[in-house]
């Protein structure tokens, strides 16, 4: 039976293991923001690159589902709120279910008015501004166009059997002429132009300035390492008070 107890150690290694890959991927991502200066398009060469400028659409824009604002990216997300069935010792309790995860991109570039580079949305780490949000529930009702979208596009609806369904709504949106920060590898199309995409660096496109960017990246670094230390030294300290 000794083997059982090897569950639970497991268990928080991995978490442990979790944790700090977490911070360290933070980590990397606050010291690249630092270690690159911001080029200009014209001058960029093969390499890791930060620029700023503004998005380009290489096509027509998408309209956002919630919002119906034209975009080169979105993406909708629709949360149900749900019940947990109590368990014969205690439990129970509601929590959110993501039922629709909706993410839509066309080709686009960025533009810094020196030139334009090409930006693979598909395969970017966005960290965007939180766009139009939304609930309906018990005492509040989906609005009709709303409530039309998801009957149409989705095959959902907010209203239940009797009352409406708790559901919280979420877009998160980027316009074509935004200002954005792109960081990653730059490479040479087949026709002669530049692209970024994923590299030996991480791929980031950002609406937030650079300073509120970095800040939320070390403060990601150090909530990694205080959750990885709570989960080694707790379970530490109570096993040392059981024994002792």
């Not at 293991?17 to 690159?36: G, Q």
């Not at 069935?85 to 960025?110: E, F, M, R």
């Not at 018990?138 to 009957?151: G, I, S, T």
Request: proline share 5%.
């Amino acid at each position: 039976m000794a083997w059982l107890l090897l569950i639970p150690v497991l268990a928080l290694l991995i978490l442990e293991v979790f944790f700090i890959y977490k911070a360290t991927a933070n980590r990397k991502r606050a010291t690249l923001m630092v270690s690159l200066r911001i080029a200009k398009i014209a001058e960029l060469g093969d390499g890791p690159a930060k620029v700023w400028g503004r998005i380009l659409a290489f096509g027509d824009s998408v309209p956002a589902p919630l919002s119906a604002r034209p975009c080169v990216y979105y993406r909708f997300q629709v949360e149900e709120k749900k019940t947990r069935h109590a368990l014969p010792h205690g439990g129970g309790g509601s929590y959110w279910k993501t039922v629709i995860n909706d993410v839509q991109s066309i080709p686009c570039g960025v533009d810094d008015g020196t030139g334009v580079a090409g930006l693979d949305l598909g395969g970017a780490e966005l960290v965007l501004k939180p766009g139009a949000q939304m609930r309906s529930g018990f005492f509040k009702d989906a609005p009709a166009e709303l409530e039309r979208l998801l009957n149409e596009r989705y095959d959902r609806s907010s209203q239940g059997l009797i009352f409406n369904k708790g559901m919280r709504y979420t877009e998160t949106l980027l316009e074509e002429g935004e200002e954005v920060l792109v960081v990653g590898r730059v490479k040479t199309t087949t026709g002669g132009n530049w692209q970024f995409g994923k590299g030996e660096v991480p791929f980031i496109v950002s609406n937030l300035r650079e300073e509120a960017l970095l800040s939320s990246y070390k403060r990601f670094v150090l909530f990694w390492l205080v959750v990885a230390v709570f989960v080694l030294v707790v379970p530490c300290l109570t096993l040392a008070w059981l024994l002792f």
